[in-house]
């Protein structure tokens, strides 16, 4: 019992300009549905946002024993050991990953190493990851594998909107 290791959780980063550019795009589309009352179009639309919230709002990284896994509120999406990871380094990248903020770390793997992933980006050979509490989270990987290489340096800037992150 006392060799087992507590789970940590690590919820995403919720970037404000990721919100503001749904609401770029889903205030237009909503104005002529709502203006033409066309039900089934607000039906649609509102299924979206609740579930793009459902999404930004669950987007969770656990670390438990010697694994990494990423999980949307229940639904697991990706696992990987711990032991492959070679480096994590700061990403700006606009991809699509299992992250809610422009603010990302891109966790690099092994050549050939197998994870057990479920989306597009099941063949990446990175991960591109947001936690909220990110030193507290790049410790814990550290701790279970002190060979990780970490490259984070941020530099203090007066106005860097890809920091706006709730």
């Given at each position: 019992?006392?060799?087992?290791k507590?789970?940590?959780?690590?919820?995403?980063?919720?970037?404000?300009?990721?919100?503001?550019?749904?609401?770029?795009?889903?205030?237009?589309?909503?104005?002529?549905?709502?203006?033409?009352?066309?039900?089934?179009?607000?039906?649609?639309?509102?299924?979206?946002?609740?579930?793009?919230?459902?999404?930004?709002?669950?987007?969770?990284?656990?670390?438990?024993?010697?694994?990494?896994?990423?999980?949307?509120?229940?639904?697991?999406?990706?696992?990987?050991?711990?032991?492959?990871?070679?480096?994590?380094?700061?990403?700006y990248?606009?991809?699509?990953?299992?992250?809610?903020?422009l603010?990302?770390?891109?966790?690099?793997?092994?050549?050939?190493?197998?994870?057990?992933?479920?989306?597009?980006?099941?063949?990446?050979?990175?991960?591109?990851?947001?936690?909220?509490?990110?030193?507290?989270?790049?410790?814990?990987?550290?701790?279970?594998?002190?060979?990780?290489?970490?490259?984070?340096?941020?530099?203090?800037?007066?106005?860097?909107?890809?920091?706006?992150?709730?």
């Amino acid at each position: 019992m006392e060799n087992e290791k507590v789970k940590k959780v690590f919820r995403s980063r919720i970037s404000v300009l990721l919100l503001l550019f749904l609401l770029v795009v889903f205030v237009p589309c909503s104005i002529p549905t709502i203006k033409y009352m066309k039900i089934p179009n607000l039906y649609i639309l509102g299924g979206l946002l609740l579930f793009i919230s459902f999404v930004f709002s669950g987007l969770r990284y656990i670390i438990s024993k010697n694994k990494l896994y990423l999980k949307i509120w229940i639904i697991p999406i990706g696992s990987a050991s711990i032991a492959d990871i070679i480096s994590v380094e700061r990403s700006y990248n606009p991809i699509s990953s299992p992250s809610a903020s422009l603010k990302r770390l891109c966790i690099r793997f092994k050549k050939g190493v197998t994870y057990s992933n479920w989306a597009t980006w099941q063949s990446a050979p990175n991960w591109l990851l947001s936690p909220v509490r990110e030193q507290e989270f790049l410790e814990e990987l550290k701790n279970i594998n002190p060979d990780i290489n970490v490259k984070i340096f941020d530099k203090k800037k007066k106005c860097n909107f890809k920091d706006w992150d709730i």
